[in-house]
């Protein structure tokens, strides 16, 4: 028998050494991670819950003669799962003042009473989705699940077992992202389980705008769904989850919301402003010939221009970075009105701004941002949509703002409401710079109003009327000024 060179027994042994070294490392670092990502479950989840979003929601500004919503988990019923990156606790909730909302597929001829909700609608129901990412930060939100009357006859009206991550393969409807105060903020259309388009409730609100008949174009809307918004009020036994069914009044319908497909239309001009003798115009039989119209009347027809920013934020992400949302900053908004303290939409070619900024002050550091929503492309009246993208706005001068002190898990919400936004298409009458402004202040809750104002062939939310309906709230100031510039 031959004995092996002690040199190789030597090289196999430090081989051996090495590859014990590597998989203790690849098992310590393993560790490592598993030790930084925190497991979310039902019990932290409601600690974090009745530590912080319970006496965040009993701080929200509501309007005057209202009282702030109360929500109640069911947390015996929770369900706890892993989605992509986060952590998600999913748990069945009832407001004390309890909403459910229906849809009707309808058309522009119906004129049906509304009834009470069916049977399958009374099959809806609500459930708080909490959010914990990598590193360890909670969110949450409230999602309603519809689903449509042929999968809830299937199924016996009840729908209850399905999950976010874990939906029928037959489940059709809809799923209606809300804030904790009940306002919805986003619709996700579901079809055999998928989630084929999703909608700005923005969007959804808007209604067809009045046609101008002196315009060259027209936007022509039919009317595809409507959605009903019905209120029942609850009475709760107990003050922290509710032990059974609450015991509960009449359905109320409270709002419906009309949702319109729209298309632009080329009019041809008026010949009578060509020939006001001509046949059928007043001229032809002595009548008064046509005016002019006044340049300054909203009626009037001009071109009205949205441009892209002019600093463009590339990275939404990367330009909130700085922020820590595990402490407590300051939500500003600012309202450049075309108009100084006026509801007006327009003055002149000034449609006016509206900002957003946020602030936190970490060890004696200031940090500070500031964005508006833009298109990517200039949008006019005949042409008032494009892809939507922030802007960097610092420097920009303002007639009224409000500042709303907000805690470290509602800042991660409002910035998830901003990186939504970017995936939307800007709209010069329906989802503007307004627009998501009053979504970040209806999430931070501050229930500010989706008042609109006419402009040329058009109307929308905007600054003039945002700068005055945040008059009514605290936190305000109505005195003109510049936005500060970014701090790190």
């Given at each position: 028998?031959?004995?092996?060179?002690?040199?190789?027994?030597?090289?196999?042994?430090?081989?051996?050494?090495?590859?014990?070294?590597?998989?203790?490392?690849?098992d310590?670092?393993?560790?490592?991670?598993?030790?930084?990502?925190?497991?979310?479950?039902?019990?932290?989840?409601?600690k974090?819950?009745?530590?912080?979003?319970?006496?965040?929601?009993?701080?929200?500004t509501v309007a005057?003669?209202?009282?702030?919503?109360?929500?109640?988990?069911?947390?015996?019923?929770?369900?706890?799962?892993?989605?992509?990156?986060?952590?998600?606790?999913?748990?069945?909730?009832?407001?004390?003042?309890?909403?459910?909302i229906?849809?009707r597929?309808?058309?522009?001829?119906?004129?049906?009473?509304?009834?009470?909700?069916s049977?399958?609608d009374?099959?809806?129901?609500?459930?708080l989705?909490?959010?914990?990412?990598?590193?360890?930060?909670?969110?949450?939100?409230?999602v309603?699940?519809l689903?449509?009357?042929?999968?809830?006859?299937?199924?016996?009206?009840?729908?209850?077992?399905?999950?976010?991550?874990?939906?029928?393969k037959?489940?059709s409807?809809?799923?209606?992202?809300?804030?904790?105060?009940?306002?919805?903020?986003?619709?996700?259309?579901?079809?055999?389980?998928k989630?084929?388009?999703?909608q700005?409730?923005?969007?959804?609100?808007?209604?067809?705008?009045?046609?101008?008949?002196?315009?060259?174009?027209?936007?022509?809307?039919?009317?595809?769904?409507?959605k009903?918004?019905?209120?029942?009020?609850?009475?709760?036994?107990t003050v922290?989850?509710?032990?059974g069914?609450?015991?509960?009044?009449d359905?109320?319908?409270?709002?419906?919301?009309?949702?319109?497909?729209c298309?632009?239309?080329?009019?041809?001009?008026?010949?009578?402003?060509?020939?006001?003798?001509?046949?059928?115009?007043?001229?032809?039989?002595?009548?008064?010939?046509?005016?002019?119209?006044?340049?300054?009347?909203?009626?009037t027809?001009?071109?009205?221009r949205?441009?892209?920013?002019?600093?463009?934020?590339?990275?939404?992400?990367?330009?909130?970075?700085?922020?820590?949302?595990?402490?407590?900053?300051?939500?500003?908004?600012?309202?450049?009105?075309?108009?100084?303290?006026?509801?007006?939409?327009?003055?002149?070619?000034?449609?006016?701004?509206?900002?957003?900024?946020?602030?936190?002050?970490?060890?004696?550091?200031?940090?500070?941002?500031?964005?508006?929503?833009?298109?990517?492309?200039?949008?006019?009246?005949?042409?008032?949509?494009?892809?939507?993208?922030f802007?960097?706005d610092?420097?920009?001068?303002y007639?009224?703002?409000?500042?709303?002190?907000v805690p470290?898990w509602?800042?991660?919400?409002?910035?998830?409401?901003?990186?939504?936004?970017?995936?939307?298409?800007?709209?010069?009458?329906?989802?503007?710079?307004?627009?998501?402004?009053?979504?970040?202040?209806?999430?931070?809750?501050?229930?500010?109003?989706?008042?609109?104002?006419?402009?040329?062939?058009g109307?929308?939310?905007?600054?003039?009327?945002?700068?005055?309906?945040?008059?009514?709230f605290?936190?305000?100031s109505?005195?003109?000024g510049v936005?500060?510039?970014?701090?790190?």
């Amino acid at each position: 028998m031959k004995l092996r060179s002690p040199l190789a027994i030597l090289l196999l042994l430090l081989l051996a050494g090495a590859g014990t070294f590597l998989a203790c490392r690849k098992d310590a670092a393993k560790s490592e991670q598993a030790e930084k990502t925190p497991l979310f479950n039902e019990k932290i989840a409601r600690k974090h819950f009745y530590k912080s979003v319970r006496p965040a929601m009993e701080k929200v500004t509501v309007a005057p003669g209202q009282k702030a919503p109360k929500l109640y988990p069911k947390w015996d019923l929770a369900q706890v799962y892993i989605s992509g990156d986060y952590q998600i606790v999913e748990v069945p909730v009832y407001w004390e003042n309890r909403l459910l909302i229906t849809t009707r597929r309808t058309t522009i001829k119906d004129t049906a009473v509304r009834v009470m909700p069916s049977m399958a609608d009374m099959g809806n129901f609500n459930r708080l989705v909490m959010y914990m990412d990598k590193q360890g930060r909670i969110t949450q939100r409230v999602v309603s699940y519809l689903p449509d009357s042929a999968y809830m006859s299937r199924h016996h009206n009840d729908a209850s077992h399905n999950t976010l991550n874990k939906l029928d393969k037959d489940f059709s409807g809809e799923l209606i992202h809300r804030n904790l105060q009940g306002e919805p903020f986003k619709f996700l259309k579901v079809q055999e389980g998928k989630v084929r388009t999703v909608q700005s409730y923005n969007k959804a609100r808007a209604a067809a705008r009045k046609n101008n008949p002196d315009a060259r174009w027209e936007e022509r809307c039919t009317l595809v769904d409507t959605k009903e918004t019905w209120s029942q009020m609850c009475t709760i036994a107990t003050v922290d989850e509710p032990d059974g069914e609450p015991n509960c009044g009449d359905w109320v319908l409270v709002e419906v919301i009309e949702i319109y497909e729209c298309e632009q239309v080329w009019i041809n001009d008026d010949p009578c402003w060509i020939n006001p003798a001509g046949p059928g115009c007043p001229g032809a039989d002595g009548g008064p010939e046509p005016q002019e119209p006044d340049p300054n009347d909203y009626q009037t027809q001009r071109t009205l221009r949205h441009y892209p920013a002019i600093w463009p934020i590339l990275n939404l992400n990367v330009y909130l970075y700085p922020f820590n949302t595990n402490s407590g900053g300051k939500l500003i908004v600012y309202a450049d009105q075309p108009v100084a303290g006026s509801r007006v939409g327009v003055n002149g070619y000034n449609m006016g701004h509206t900002y957003i900024s946020f602030e936190q002050v970490i060890n004696g550091n200031t940090i500070r941002r500031t964005m508006g929503y833009y298109p990517t492309t200039t949008v006019t009246n005949s042409n008032i949509t494009s892809p939507g993208q922030f802007g960097n706005d610092m420097g920009q001068e303002y007639d009224v703002k409000l500042e709303v002190d907000v805690p470290g898990w509602q800042l991660q919400s409002l910035f998830n409401t901003l990186y939504y936004a970017v995936g939307l298409d800007f709209h010069m009458d329906t989802y503007n710079c307004t627009t998501v402004a009053i979504e970040v202040l209806n999430d931070a809750g501050i229930m500010i109003p989706y008042s609109t104002s006419l402009w040329y062939a058009g109307g929308g939310c905007n600054p003039g009327a945002l700068g005055e309906d945040m008059k009514s709230f605290s936190g305000v100031s109505a005195v003109p000024g510049v936005i500060p510039v970014n701090e790190n």
